[in-house]
């Protein structure tokens, strides 16, 4: 495997089920990235982890809960999410936090559905 | 609040022309990085180019290039020989600080 990969691809839950996102990086970065893309909405980045550390919550629901267990491997656990929490969610990697030259790489995404 | 702007909802243009997506950007920081991302129909992000903002030439990667005017604070985007396969969404994007924000997006439909 390359670059970054993401389990599942399509999703759909009810309002009361519990499913987690996985993201794995093998670019060997140091900063991983969930991102939330709404249809006729910009991209809103969700959390930011540095160094296993998480280093930004952009004021997300508790019902998005994220782990990082180490720099490679990303989850996002969802539990009793909303309809309007339907989007593709994205993850992605960088070398880490700083500098403006720290490019971020992306997976292919995860569409969700919640019914 | 620093923010990218794209001008341009969709845009056609048919195969084999050049095609110019705008960008541009508000920062009061003098070290920038701006970057151009295409999103296809499948949902991936794919990284294109990146320019730096103390970057004296502006940045080329195959058919991309990126027409930087840092006095005008654009950095638009130009995809020469259009193939069908450029069919996207095109994103522009501005690092400053440990910030990281996105444009709205440009749809970029090549016509046969």
């Known amino acids: 495997e390359t670059g970054v990969t993401q389990t599942p691809r399509h999703l759909v839950m009810g309002m009361t089920n519990k499913k987690s996102l996985k993201c794995e990086q093998h670019l060997g970065h140091n900063a991983m990235y969930w991102y939330k893309q709404s249809a006729k909405k910009p991209l809103e980045l969700m959390f930011v982890?540095?160094?296993?550390?998480?280093?930004e919550n952009n004021s997300v629901p508790s019902r998005f809960s994220p782990e990082c267990p180490n720099s490679s491997h990303l989850f996002l656990h969802l539990h009793t999410l909303q309809p309007e929490d339907s989007a593709l969610y994205l993850c992605a990697s960088s070398q880490s936090r700083t500098g403006v030259t720290d490019t971020q790489y992306f997976g292919p995404g995860t569409r969700l559905t919640v019914l | 609040a620093q923010k990218i702007t794209q001008t341009q909802p969709g845009m056609f243009v048919q195969e084999k022309e050049a095609v110019t997506l705008d960008c541009t950007y508000d920062?009061?920081?003098?070290?920038?990085?701006l970057f151009w991302y295409k999103q296809p129909s499948s949902g991936e992000m794919i990284f294109l180019i990146y320019q730096g903002s103390y970057d004296q030439q502006n940045a080329t990667e195959g058919r991309y290039s990126l027409n930087f005017q840092k006095a005008r604070k654009s950095a638009n985007l130009v995809i020469s020989a259009s193939q069908l396969g450029d069919s996207a969404m095109y994103f522009c994007?501005?690092?400053?600080?440990?910030?990281?924000?996105f444009g709205p997006g440009t749809r970029l439909s090549v016509l046969p």
């Open positions: 920062t009061s920081d003098p070290s920038y990085g």
């Open positions: 994007a501005m690092t400053y600080g440990q910030n990281f924000v």
């Open positions: 982890y540095n160094f296993k550390e998480q280093t």
